[in-house]
């Protein structure tokens, strides 16, 4: 269904090539764009459940495919923060296993009639994961600018170790709500 909210998220996904892109650059200003533009396709997530609730433009397609968007967006962040050395690979590999457990737990209580949405703990799980990424972009412009932040590579790690655990604490909760303990 094309309704304006789909397209929005389809654009977040659109720009996620030209963000992983500019965040690769050794330039500050590339850098900074990249991190506005992360910043822009982060509210844009915001945007689209906004104009959808509004306009009475739900879909069964924008339910299952903005946390899809989501985790693309995230994730691949997270995967480029890890390629730079800013965040060990196994913290981005728990959150990549996370989001494929809870999509899993997601589908198995989707019924014909009835899609399984996002909920209060997936929306504070990502704005956790876009808090812990706008760190690390902090941490790439200071780079870029050659300022020194000894406390950045160690604020990422704690508080993306922080946030991976809240995460898989949401994941257990929603398990435990649904009955699918076994499906975990």
Not at 130 to 151: F, Q, T
Request: hydrophobic share 60%; net charge positive; proline share 5%.
């Amino acid at each position: 269904m094309l309704t304006l909210p789909n397209v929005i998220t389809c654009l977040r996904l659109a720009l996620l090539p030209v963000i992983l892109y500019l965040t690769y650059s050794p330039a500050p200003a590339g850098v900074i764009a990249a991190c506005t533009l992360f910043n822009l396709a982060a509210a844009s997530d915001w945007l689209d459940g906004y104009l959808a609730r509004r306009n009475g433009a739900v879909s069964r397609l924008g339910t299952l495919l903005d946390p899809v968007v989501d985790k693309i967006v995230v994730l691949s962040a997270l995967l480029v923060l890890a390629d730079l050395r800013l965040l060990p690979l196994w913290i981005v590999l728990l959150n990549l296993a996370r989001e494929f457990l809870v999509t899993a737990a997601r589908h198995a209580c989707t019924t014909p009639t009835h899609v399984e949405g996002a909920n209060w703990m997936g929306k504070s799980k990502f704005v956790l994961q876009v808090g812990v990424i706008e760190l690390g972009y902090l941490v790439l412009i200071l780079r870029a600018l050659a300022h020194a932040a000894p406390w950045g590579p160690a604020a990422l790690f704690w508080s993306a170790l922080a946030m991976t655990a809240l995460s898989w604490s949401f994941l257990v909760n929603f398990l435990r709500r649904h009955g699918l303990r076994e499906a975990a």
